[in-house]
């Protein structure tokens, strides 16, 4: 309703502009000259104040947006790397003002300036050695150290110690959702191919690795913090991107093939929620939720949950028609609270046993389609498994 | 014997004479005049202009109104994409898909680059017409048969190609994946396919051209910066696009023939596929060795019209005319080896993100250049503020506002976190998006005399110009900050993230100025269509410039001069020559005995 109401208001904002361009056009009606549509001494008056107006708009807006906006970028960075990050864009984004607060500035103040004239005469000025070296100079010298900043940067983000004490961790990705699987005791994963999905397999590792026995694998992300994180990313249908903006982290997923990335979390995500700023957000964003709350009551439907922050995975390549809703919780524990959480979670291999006994009972009945009800079949059989389990452990 | 020559002589008239007899057929629709061919070029630019704009309008209703209903998605998309008016996802990706893919080849390429070159390159070096009419011909229909099909895919039963105009595989390859990989995406491709004949053809056509046919006396240095851009725009397009449509040739192999190109280890829809060893990042390489190159062959040409039209309103010579050359060689040439700063993250080795962002932070150097030479062009000068120049000054601003954000896209640590997000759509939008349109723009108004020998009224123009300049900056400058705050593109509705739901007022900020700066578009359109008709009649030359287009008759003729090509005796800049009484001198106007050369 609103947009049609903008839409009206348009139209007759056109319409009068056009009548007033009539009202226009008709005064020029006694000069009957053929360059009546060409700028007159007038017109150039006129264009070089509203060309000054319109510098004084671009710096009024940007200020009036880093006021009222620059709240929503992300802020401290949640990963070791992710300062890094911070402090080179922080060092571009001053240059970028300074510049574009200089050239704006001389584009309009030289359009306002320079407005013609009838008696006026232009200045014949085509070239200049000396200014056309200063502006290829200067420009070279800047890049040249951001250029050398960025690469030191890249470098350490992007090449991992082979002999660092990393936990290795896959994310995996397929239409619409995330999983992850922990490499366990031996820190090393099994190997996998989409080839041997089966059942609750459902990330097809080869069970014959050594390496894979004890892997685990779970549909929300814990990390611990302090601890450098070595993800490796496979997707098995279609280009993923493993997105997680607070720890300033991002590879995309390709079938295929495996690509990594790797980070220090430094802050837990209890510890995240306490920042001033997160709090601010939260606070804003749950008034936002509140007023929406009220709307969508009012029309029938239910309120809107209040929000707490946590740390986001996201996907951020093109992926399919429900892109927008692939996304996974990520959970940044302390050390202790890590190694519990994962103490707790079973291993693939349990939890293809488990299938395979529970599904042993209840012949000729179909193995469940979907793995997250594999998963609470699991859960409920838990008990039973164990002792196969054990029979199995000691042949 | 002399009776023979005569008799061969007459023949000749009698033939020349035949020639000018053009049927409605030979003269509007199967020309081989390159002038005609130019307003064919930008007719149907201008219609795909308007689909482009209104698809980018809807999917930004749905982003700052997610899921509500409007009656005017049901009327446009029909009942199943939009049943009750309320958008589907698939549709929303594919109104994302092909307004990306129209705006960037058939509006800012062929619509822009095909106008101006085939106007303009046989108009200033002094030709008749293009070195091959009957190509430049095919060149248009099979760009209009593309177009076609590029359309026809909107009807199809699944719905058009939906995976980005970036068509990235497997995505693009799979019909289990997206609907619009289906036939909507065939027809994508083969639409594709033949856009990249159809360009090729031009770009050989202008090549040709513009080293053989010019006038005696038109030397490479006296070329204006218009062909000069547009010949290195040709150079471009003729080196990358056959690596496109080597990909897309490719993709179709993967997609009907089974062969594995791309393609390698996927599982979908409960069941294993055949294809393996191919790799998608293959075809992101192939892809964007075309694709950056593209946002250059789209920029250049803005670029040339846009110094130009400034020399010509400043009543002064563009500053730095070998600089601006020198620049736009490099920046041809950096354009090619740049390709893979849109890969970044794409698991291609960091060590090659490197080289990339250091080839890529390089391109800032010659369009540093090129701004504080435009700039320095204002300097002292005597501006006439036609709508064309305000254009040209607006694309000024809007290539240094979003070209400085190129500064953190292009520098690979940077690109991390903004990768995909909306701080690229603002920075892209505005570099080469809004910078190109306001080039295509100020070459329009610029132009129109010359196109239909009337003139655009110029308050219309006035309008035009500052209601676009407002929005264009409300709608991408806001954008910058919902992409740092992490929000990612192609997202059909952010109401699954509470995280965002602070962006939604930007997002009705933005989508309210995305509205009015399209409706404001209508002013140009009704300036435009009824001008060609009612419009002032133009005379001989109305911005008194100096360049050769300028020399011929208002009334269209084939061959374009009456008589004999004019010679040329200068540069195309000499506004304000201190050795002349006049603000202009003609190229055609020879040097006054001992009068000597003021520029290098």
């Known amino acids: 309703m609103t947009s049609l109401l903008v839409i009206i208001v348009l139209v007759l904002l056109a319409v009068a502009l056009w009548q007033l361009t009539k009202i226009f056009d008709l005064t020029q009606v006694g000069s009957s000259s053929d360059d009546s549509q060409v700028a007159s001494d007038n017109d150039n008056n006129i264009q070089g104040y509203i060309m000054f107006g319109f510098l004084a708009f671009i710096y009024i807006f940007t200020i009036y947006g880093l006021l009222k906006w620059g709240g929503l970028a992300l802020h401290t960075p949640a990963s070791e790397h992710g300062l890094l990050v911070d402090n080179l864009m922080n060092i571009t984004w001053v240059l970028i003002f300074v510049v574009q607060f200089i050239t704006q500035g001389l584009l309009y103040w030289f359009s306002f300036k320079n407005r013609g004239h009838k008696d006026r005469k232009a200045l014949f000025f085509a070239d200049s050695s000396k200014l056309e070296a200063i502006w290829s100079i200067i420009p070279s010298v800047v890049l040249a150290c951001l250029i050398l900043y960025g690469l030191y940067a890249w470098n350490n983000i992007m090449f991992v110690d082979k002999d660092e004490d990393v936990i290795e961790i896959e994310l995996y990705a397929q239409q619409f959702k995330w999983t992850a699987r922990y490499a366990g005791q031996d820190n090393v994963l099994g190997k996998a191919n989409v080839r041997l999905i089966e059942g609750v397999n459902t ?80 606070a804003n964003i749950n008034k936002l939720r509140a007023e929406k709350s009220v709307e969508l009551v009012a029309k029938g439907g239910t309120s809107l949950d209040p929000y707490t922050f946590d740390y986001l995975l996201l996907c951020n390549k093109i992926c399919g028609a429900s892109h927008y809703n692939m996304q996974m919780k990520v959970v940044v524990d302390s050390p202790e609270d890590y190694k519990k959480w994962l103490s707790e979670k079973t291993t693939l291999t349990q939890d293809i046993k488990a299938a395979a006994a529970a599904e042993k009972p209840a012949e000729g009945v179909k193995a469940p389609t979907t793995d997250s009800t594999a998963k609470d079949t699991v859960k409920a059989v838990i008990d039973t498994v164990k002792a196969v389990v054990a029979k199995v452990a000691m042949k | 014997m002399s009776a023979e020559a005569h008799d061969h002589g007459h023949e000749h008239d009698h033939e020349h004479e035949h020639h000018h007899k053009d049927t409605f057929i030979t003269k509007y629709i199967f020309s081989i005049d390159h002038k005609m061919i130019a307003k064919q070029y930008l007719i149907t630019g201008i219609i795909m202009g308007i689909i482009g704009i209104v698809m980018s309008l809807l999917f930004r209703m749905q982003l700052a109104w997610p899921e509500e209903s409007f009656k005017i998605f049901n009327v446009l998309l029909g009942d199943k994409f939009a049943p009750d008016g309320v958008m589907a996802n698939d549709i929303y990706l594919a109104l994302v898909t092909i307004h990306g893919t129209i705006m960037v080849f058939f509006v800012l390429t062929a619509g822009l680059s095909g106008t101006f070159s085939n106007l303009l390159i046989p108009l200033q070096i002094g030709a008749r017409d293009m070195a091959s009419g009957f190509m430049n011909m095919i060149s248009y229909w099979l760009f209009f048969l593309s177009a076609v099909i590029m359309l026809s895919s909107l009807f199809v039963e699944a719905g058009p190609a939906s995976a980005g105009w970036t068509i990235y595989p497997p995505l693009s390859a799979l019909p289990q994946a997206i609907p619009g990989s289906g036939t909507g995406m065939t027809l994508w491709l083969v639409s594709m396919a033949i856009f990249i004949a159809s360009s090729l053809m031009g770009s050989l056509n202008y090549i040709v051209t513009v080293i053989n046919l010019r006038t005696k006396g038109m030397s490479m240095t006296r070329l204006p910066l218009t062909i000069w851009t547009f010949f290195v725009t040709a150079i471009i397009g003729v080196i990358s696009f056959p690596v496109l449509l080597s990909a897309a040739l490719l993709l179709i192999f993967d997609r009907s023939f089974g062969t594995s190109f791309f393609l390698s280890d996927i599982y979908i829809a409960g069941e294993v596929l055949h294809y393996q060893g191919g790799s998608p990042v293959l075809f992101e390489h192939l892809f964007w060795f075309l694709g950056h190159p593209e946002v250059y062959i789209v920029i250049l040409p803005a670029m040339g019209l846009v110094s130009e039209i400034m020399a010509t309103n400043s009543r002064k010579p563009i500053f730095g005319y070998r600089a601006m050359i020198m620049s736009v060689l490099a920046i041809a040439f950096l354009s090619t080896i740049v390709w893979g700063h849109h890969m970044f993250i794409s698991g291609m080795n960091p060590f090659l993100g490197s080289v990339f962002t250091f080839t890529t932070l390089l391109i800032a150097i010659p369009s540093a250049v090129k701004a504080f030479n435009w700039i320095t062009t204002l300097w002292k000068g005597n501006l006439q503020f036609n709508p064309a120049m305000l254009f040209s000054i607006g694309m000024v601003s809007t290539f240094i506002t979003g070209g400085l954000t190129g500064i953190i896209l292009g520098d690979s640590t940077l690109d991390i976190n903004v990768h995909d997000t909306y701080f690229v759509i603002a920075h892209f939008h505005l570099v080469m998006g809004i910078s190109a349109l306001y080039g295509m723009f100020a070459g329009i108004y610029h132009w129109f005399p010359k196109m239909y020998g009337r003139m655009l009224n110029k308050n219309l123009g006035y309008i035009h110009f500052w209601v676009t300049a407002v929005c264009a900056y409300g709608v991408f400058f806001p954008m910058h900050f919902i992409g740092l705050a992490g929000l990612p593109r192609r997202y059909y509705t952010n109401t699954n993230f509470p995280l965002f739901d602070d962006l939604q007022n930007v997002n009705v900020l933005i989508t309210t100025f995305a509205l009015v700066g399209g409706a404001f578009q209508l002013v140009f359109l009704y300036n435009f269509f009824s001008s060609i008709f009612y419009g002032k009649k133009a005379v001989q030359n109305p911005w008194k410039s100096t360049t050769l287009e300028w020399t011929t008759p208002v009334e269209h003729i084939h061959g374009n001069w009456p008589g004999e090509i004019p010679h040329v005796y200068r540069w195309p800049y000499d506004y304000s020559n201190p050795n002349h009484d006049v603000d202009f001198v003609p190229q055609n106007v020879p040097m006054k005995e001992g009068e000597e050369v003021l520029h290098h």
């Open chain 1, 203 to 282: 990330l097809g590792v080869d069970m014959s690795d050594p390496n894979a026995q004890d892997d685990i694998v779970v549909s929300e992300l814990h990390i611990p913090k302090g601890k450098k994180i070595h993800f490796k990313m496979r997707s098995q249908d279609v280009l993923h991107s493993a997105y997680m903006p607070h720890f300033r982290a991002q590879m995309n997923c390709v079938p295929g093939m495996v690509t990594e990335f790797a980070f220090i979390p430094t802050y837990t995500t209890a510890e995240y929620r306490e920042l001033p700023f997160m709090i601010e957000k939260v």
